[in-house]
Nanobody
Framework: QVQLVESGGGLVQAGGSLRLSCAASGQTFSRYAVGWFRQAPGKEREFVAAIDWSGSGTFYGHSVNGRFTISRDNAKNLLYLQMNSLNPEDTAVYYC?????????????????WGQGTQVTVSS
């Protein structure tokens, strides 16, 4: 079992950057693949990015590919999402999630553990 806590959300102007962090509990963070999802009001949860448990493999949702970068530091039990070139469509609550196994996934149902989310608001 792993507990996840997101941080780093806030208000940023369009075109700006923001880095989100997700702190994972325990000594077993490297045993989980992890990812980021987001959910805007009235919309379904959307896949953002995922990374395998070694940190060597990543993939992204089409709407953020080329702008966002997911990374992890297993020694510090931290997951990051670097967000660049933000636009108002990126406004959402961002969640980190973890799943048992080595590889990330793009479906929220494939994840076992979720953080509470952190709000990102991009002003125009």
């Amino acid at each position: 079992q792993v507990q996840l806590v997101e941080s780093g959300g806030g208000l940023v102007q369009a075109g700006g950057s923001l880095r989100l962090s997700c702190a994972a509990s325990g000594q077993t963070f490297s045993r989980y693949a992890v990812g980021w999802f987001r959910q805007a009001p009235g919309k379904e949860r959307e896949f953002v990015a995922a990374i395998d448990w070694s940190g060597s493999g990543t993939f992204y949702g089409h709407s953020v590919n080329g702008r966002f970068t997911i990374s992890r530091d297993n020694a510090k039990n931290l997951l990051y999402l670097q967000m660049n070139s933000l636009n108002p469509e990126d406004t959402a609550v961002y969640y980190c999630a973890a799943r048992n196994g080595p590889y990330g996934a793009s479906l929220d149902v494939d994840y076992d553990y979720w953080g509470q989310g952190t709000q990102v608001t991009v002003s125009s």
